[in-house]
Nanobody, 126 residues
Framework: QVQLVESGGGSVQAGGSLRLSCAASGYTYSTYCMAWFRQAPGKEREGVAA??????????LYSDSVKGRFTISQDNAKKTLYLQMNSLKPEDTAMYYC?????????????????WGQGTQVTVSS
């Protein structure tokens, strides 16, 4: 059973930075996707960034809304996923979730991810 635990959320002013972490455990897959999603009140969960790990390498994927501002990375030894968020905007305010699925990242569509963390709140004030 894959378990995910997020941390690092908080409140910042616009233009500030935060780094989210997601500690993963309980899996031995060699091909998988780990991703960050966010959900604001009254809105559908949306994909933010993903990192694919495969037998022949990996790749990253970002939503247009965060490209150039957010960076996803992972420490394979620690099984920890990170999201460095810079130049934060009020519209980045949301609950951020870590997601996991085997194989590819399915275009960052949340409904294809079967494992989730409990979420960590990010609030950006103007």
């Amino acid at each position: 059973q894959v378990q995910l635990v997020e941390s690092g959320g908080g409140s910042v002013q616009a233009g500030g930075s935060l780094r989210l972490s997601c500690a993963a455990s309980g899996y031995t897959y060699s091909t998988y996707c780990m991703a960050w999603f966010r959900q604001a009140p009254g809105k559908e969960r949306e994909g933010v960034a993903a990192i694919y790990t495969g037998a022949f390498g990996g790749s990253t994927l970002y939503s247009d809304s965060v490209k150039g501002r957010f960076t996803i990375s992972q420490d394979n030894a620690k099984k920890t996923l990170y999201l460095q968020m810079n130049s934060l905007k009020p519209e980045d305010t949301a609950m951020y979730y870590c997601g996991f699925k085997t194989a590819g990242c399915a275009g960052l569509l949340w409904r294809f991810f079967g494992y989730w963390g409990q979420g960590t709140q990010v609030t950006v004030s103007s």
